[in-house]
């Protein structure tokens, strides 16, 4: 029986639980310096002086400043279609773009030191106007490049046409914040370097790409990519925001400039200042039908807001304008995006990266108009789903959806939830006159996933013991690779899980790799070593042949036992420790070691989520009582694994919904740089949520599986944001912001009020 | 973070603390959960911390009389289920429950959370509102504050620079309410509101209101002129200055008041 | 510098420290006991979480001069050699960790929880643990953690 489908305990966890995880801040590195950045307190101004003496007096203390760096800025990639001149130098030199950019750099013997010198460094700031919103960017009045000319880091769309509604009787629009959030992964960044007596730089960063951090820094720093090692040890959390940023490649700097050992772990406070942020996105949408319900035609623009240095969240607009029209079968769609830079927090993918924006707009959209022509938003939308039999489906913004079940999930929802009874119960309380009102919301997504159709690397070697290691060039911060990715490769080669080891995160002992991101490391990590695991099982036919005299074609594995024999006879077999102990005597050991790369389009996972809200009228509290969620990502490998990103994808969603924001005050000052302004919801503002399994396997890989990790994110945030709204209907009220907190609900009420 | 640096003494007895905090920017260390944090952000930078919580005979709850005595290094988590204000004060209690999580209620203590006098604190305003007497030691021997000229302004207590607050004498009173509106269950009071009955008089007390927690007299004296809850509460605003912040706006705040403190008489 | 001298997971320690020194700091860098993970700078996450004097307590908001004296019980001391603590072997089976930083603090405050209250109800659960912050699992499986836990009579 397969071991694929099956609940199997995560093979990584005792080393988590026992307190022994290799973070980088546990890594023991002889010798090493502390590194503390000095940082803007201002979100825009000109340098005009940094004093370093008093700071660099103090013993074993020296200071860098952006004069001294000589490594060139880091700029974004040239596939993120980025306006030229916009990019970030390590240092600033002459002007600061947001609050906690670098203006010098303090190495010391130990990390207190460090914070005491960071204090005396005295750096003169010139006040300039700061833009900190993207609309007030878009005037172009303050340019954070002058030089550059405009504000506008990135377009997207054609002009408007102006007869997209003719046909449609009912046309309804709406606007808001898909707020900007932290990705707040619990373990804080870390970076740790040293040079070799060779002179090869070791570095060790807290990433989710450490063979492209690898490219970026040899490019950055002028090396061969030979001469540079990156490791990625236990990462604490990424949720797509763990990238290479300056600070980790001034810490490799620093190591080949003072030949020292070096390392720097950020505190909170700094990471709330300095990982890149997401959302951030104005979605401004307008839906038109007819009143029997049918929907014919939905624009999307996007004002995106991406920080102070154009990064990931710039180009990210493209993918919200690429799956606007989400699970509908709506004939015209018209999208238009702007990318705008701000004095703040850089922007990069967080746990949905652009696509939770298209669907909480759509779903918004939809109850809008519901809630025009009076219909139920479940019938809504089951009568303008894209049918279960038009797959594969080409949307009218050009994405080619793989497969999908909508109105299966929103049966199944519905179901799942009893929604016949949530609606009578939620009259009951109206009828009653009861100050907490009860809301009902639906959120349906499908989402792409791997979605630029990337290649990634898995080798699978069979060890003298007769065990397996699986190389791959995905990344786990979490995901628990370490067990689904050796389940795939075991249930091939027929070995127990436990016998294979799985390797990541080291670029020397893994060859390439594209690392994880954007929920693709299955669907092509994972394929890629169950491929590699299918070659070397051909391989081992090939030495059992030769060792039992008999043709390659009639060997056959018995995966139940691990063992080799001829068809139509169990007896004599091999199994594969047999073969590797012969193998090792024969120096043909190696014959068994095979890698493949396996490219693939994007899929795309969907579902759709009920939530169920209490809200006070009085105060504007909300709390989520139930919620219910249907994700379908195809094949799964683990379901106790997957349930567990599902649940974490739900809460981030929630956290989106009701309780994170990121805020800066009016003079661009941070105001959510501790987990005591910034609202990260803990275990009390959480039910338990109901998942419901459902399984459309796509057949866009072997295995049939999509992404995961970031689907319930997509479908959480706006079911409950259409939940709270749905409870305030008979208010008045149409729109609440996000996050709906209580403040913003009691907004809402006072707006709503005749 | 890390702290800048500073000295340390630990006070063997309540008198060597005063002795001890004659040091120039001495302060006193208690539990450290107010004091921690801010020493850690560099908000604070103290020069010397005197360390006064291994004074245990400042921990401890007994009836005197008709008021009950509250040793100042009590923690939440024993306020929290001390059998004595379970029977005569059980609103300290319930307040000690609901403050910061369970690991804060372990080391946090009662008189550290008072002297800091922070405007969102619960229990600040809880002593407000029963007309709490706080017993001082300084160099002039003991002193007993009223709550009511003990909050000065923000983080800013009628404490002397090298007084320690050792005591706190809160009157037996039964029920009463204390009701707070948190975005989270961790998060300090956005607003809360003290409610209870006081030698038959009725006494509001508000959490982060004001620079300084406040008693709403107007709210008051409507409930003594016979108002009804929701007429009283309408009052809850009257002389008060609550503070915008990343929270909530001070109309939010204002708001608030107005439903807790209605709520809180329905409830009383 | 001050002298301190207290145990930790049953181990006499003693040392010089700075009066600034933190707990965490002072078990993670002269005791070498990586296991208690720093996430914040304001006593919200609970990451750093340990047992002392058998109770929880957030060891970055505790000076190790406050310790001194004291019975300090890390993630490291939980375990009875090769057979995981019930709470620890809760998590495992429920998969109630993911990334795992956040989970040495969820267990140290779970072993605290259920010295207190050995069969708590979900609603208190959560409440207990609202001073630990995770953004892996939405807390769905270390609530059914705990729950196990308390079930085996952790």
């Not at chain 1, 940082?39 to 860098?64: E, I, K, N, W």
């Not at chain 1, 705008?340 to 927090?345: A, E, P, Q, S």
């Amino acid at each position: 029986m397969s071991i694929l489908g099956n609940r199997v305990r995560r093979v990584e966890d005792p080393r988590f639980l026992r307190g022994e995880a290799r973070y980088l801040e546990n890594i023991p590195l002889e010798g090493a310096l502390a590194v503390t950045f000095v940082r803007s307190p201002l979100a825009h101004a000109r340098v005009t002086g940094v004093d370093t003496s008093a700071a660099a007096a103090l013993p074993g203390v020296q200071v860098f400043t952006g004069a001294d760096v000589d490594a060139p800025p880091l700029g974004p990639p040239p596939q993120w279609h980025v306006t030229e001149g916009m990019v970030r130098p390590l240092v600033a030199t002459d002007v600061v773009r947001f609050v906690g950019e670098i203006v010098a750099v303090v190495v010391s013997q130990d990390r207190a030191s460090g914070a005491d010198a960071a204090e005396l460094v005295m750096v003169d700031y010139d006040p300039l106007p700061a833009v900190l919103s993207a609309e007030e960017s878009l005037t172009d009045e303050v340019l954070l490049f002058p030089e550059v000319g405009t504000n506008v880091a990135g377009r997207s769309g054609k002009e408007h046409d102006e007869s997209l509604f003719d046909g449609c009787d009912t046309v309804v629009s709406g606007m808001f914040w898909s707020q900007r959030m932290a990705a707040a992964p619990m373990e804080p960044r870390s970076s740790a370097a040293t040079v070799d007596a060779d002179g090869r730089l070791l570095y060790w960063g807290t990433t989710q790409t450490p063979h492209t951090d690898k490219m970026i820094l040899s490019g950055m720093l002028g090396l061969d990519p030979g001469q540079v090692r990156v490791v990625s040890p236990d990462v604490g959390g990424g949720f797509g925001a763990k990238m290479l940023e300056a600070e980790g490649v001034l810490v490799a700097w620093l190591a080949r400039k003072l030949g020292r050992p070096v390392r720097w772990t950020e505190t909170r406070s700094e990471n709330m200042l300095n990982l890149p942020q997401g959302r951030a996105q104005r979605l401004e949408f307008t839906l038109g039908g007819t009143r029997d319900g049918t929907l014919l035609a939905y624009r999307l623009n996007v004002l995106a807001d991406v920080g102070a240095y154009p990064w990931l969240g710039t180009a990210l607009p493209n993918f919200t304008a690429l799956m606007a029209p989400e699970v509908y079968a709506i004939p015209k769609v018209e999208t238009q995006t702007a990318s705008l830079l701000t004095n703040t927090t850089t922007t990069t993918s967080i746990r949905g990266a652009g696509r939770p924006e298209a669907a909480q707009a759509m779903e918004r959209a939809i109850d809008t108009f519901a809630a025009e022509i009076g219909m139920d938003p479940a019938e809504v939308r089951r009568k303008n789903f894209i049918p279960k039999d038009a797959f594969p489906y080409q949307t009218a913004t050009g994405a080619t959806y793989d497969s999908g079940d909508y109105e299966g999930a929103l049966d199944l929802v519905l179901r799942s939830a009893g929604y016949d009874e949530l609606r009578a119960e939620q009259r009951r309380r109206r009828e009653a006159g009861d100050p907490v009102e009860l809301g009902i919301g639906l959120g349906a997504y499908v989402e792409i996933s791997n979605p630029v159709g990337e290649t990634e690397f898995g080798e699978v070697e069979i060890t003298e013991d007769g065990g397996a290691i699986l190389r791959t060039g995905s990344f786990s911060h979490g995901q628990g690779h370490e067990t689904t990715f050796a389940m795939i490769a075991a249930e091939r080669l027929g070995l127990p899980v436990e016998r294979v080891t799985v390797v990541k995160g080291d670029t020397d002992q893994v060859p390439k790799g594209t690392g994880t991101f954007g929920s693709k490391s299955t669907q092509i990590g994972g394929v890629a070593g169950g491929l590699a695991a299918e070659a070397v099982v051909e391989r081992a036919k090939e030495l059992v042949a030769d060792y039992l005299e008999a043709s390659a074609a009639d060997v056959v594995l018995d995966a139940g036992r691990g063992a080799f024999h001829v068809a139509g006879t169990s007896e004599p077999s091999l199994a594969w420790a047999d073969i590797a102990s012969r193998a090792l005597e024969d120096g043909r050991l190696g014959e068994l070691r095979v890698s493949h790369e396996f490219q693939a389009p994007p899929t795309f996972p969907f579902g759709i989520h009920l939530a169920v809200v209490d809200v006070d009228t009085e105060t504007g509290k909300v709390v989520l009582t139930r919620h219910v969620a249907v994700d379908d990502a195809g094949t799964l490998i683990n379901p106790l694994v997957a349930d567990g990103q599902v649940h974490g994808g739900i809460a981030f969603g929630v956290g989106q919904a009701l309780f994170e924001e990121i805020v800066y005050g009016e003079d661009g000052n941070p105001m959510t740089n501790t987990f005591v302004g910034y609202a990260f919801p803990s275990a009390a503002e959480f039910p338990s949520f109901e998942r419901v399994e459902m399984v459309t396997p796509t057949p866009a890989n072997p295995i049939g599986v999509k992404g995961l990790g970031e689907s319930g994110t997509v479908g959480s945030t706006p079911a409950v944001h259409n939940a709270v709204v749905d409870a305030l209907l008979p208010h008045g009220v149409r729109h609440v912001d996000l996050p709906c907190n209580g403040e913003n609900v009691w907004k809402a009420l006072q707006e709503a009020k005749p | 973070m890390i702290p800048a640096p500073f000295e340390y003494a630990r006070a063997d007895s309540v008198g060597h603390a005063v002795e001890l905090l004659g040091a120039e920017d001495a302060k006193v260390l208690a539990g450290g959960h107010s004091l921690i944090p801010l020493l850690r952000l560099r908000f604070a930078r103290p020069s010397l911390l005197v360390d006064i919580g291994r004074l245990d005979d400042l921990r401890y709850v007994r009836e005197d009389g008709d008021r009950i005595a509250i040793g100042a290094l009590t923690r939440h988590a024993d306020l929290a289920h001390d059998p004595v204000l379970a029977k005569r004060c059980p609103l300290v209690a319930d307040v000690a429950e609901g403050i910061g999580d369970p690991q804060v209620r372990h080391r946090g203590t009662i008189g550290g959370s008072v002297a800091h006098a922070d405007p969102a604190s619960d229990f600040a305003t809880l002593m407000l509102t029963l007309d709490a007497e706080l017993v001082a030691h300084g160099p002039d021997g003991e002193r007993t504050i009223p709550a009511d000229e003990f909050f000065v302004g923000p983080f800013e207590s009628a404490l002397g620079p090298r007084e320690v607050l050792t005591e706190l004498r809160v009157p037996a009173v039964g029920g009463g309410v204390y009701l707070k509106h948190v975005r989270r269950a961790q998060d300090w009071a956005l607003v809360g509101v003290a409610a209870v009955r006081v030698d038959g008089g009725t006494h509001v007390g508000l959490t982060s209101m004001g620079p300084t927690p406040l008693r709403a007299s107007a709210v008051e004296q409507a409930v003594a002129d016979g108002a009804s809850p929701a007429d009283a509460a309408a009052r809850a605003g009257e002389g008060a200055d609550p503070p915008g912040d990343v929270q909530g706006s001070a109309a939010y705040r204002t708001h608030l008041a107005e439903v807790l403190v209605r709520r809180a008489l329905e409830q009383l | 510098m001050t002298r301190i001298a207290l145990d930790v997971n049953g181990r006499r320690h003693e040392a010089e420290v700075e009066p600034r020194s933190l707990l965490v700091y002072f078990l993670r860098d002269e005791l070498g006991l990586k296991g208690t993970n720093v996430g914040c700078d304001t006593s919200s996450c609970g990451a750093c979480t340990v047992l002392l004097d058998g109770e929880s307590a957030k060891s970055c908001t505790v000076l190790a001069v406050q310790a001194d004296g004291c019975e300090v019980t890390t993630i490291e001391g939980l375990a009875d050699g090769e057979r995981l603590h019930p709470v620890q072997q809760a998590f495992h089976e429920q998969h109630g960790l993911q990334c795992g930083y956040c989970t040495p603090g969820f267990v140290m405050a779970t072993v605290s929880l259920l010295k207190e209250n050995p069969s708590p109800s979900e609603a208190e659960i959560r409440h207990a643990l609202e001073g630990n912050l995770c953004r892996c699992t939405g807390y769905h499986n270390i609530v059914r953690a705990v729950e196990a836990a308390a079930r085996a009579g952790a």
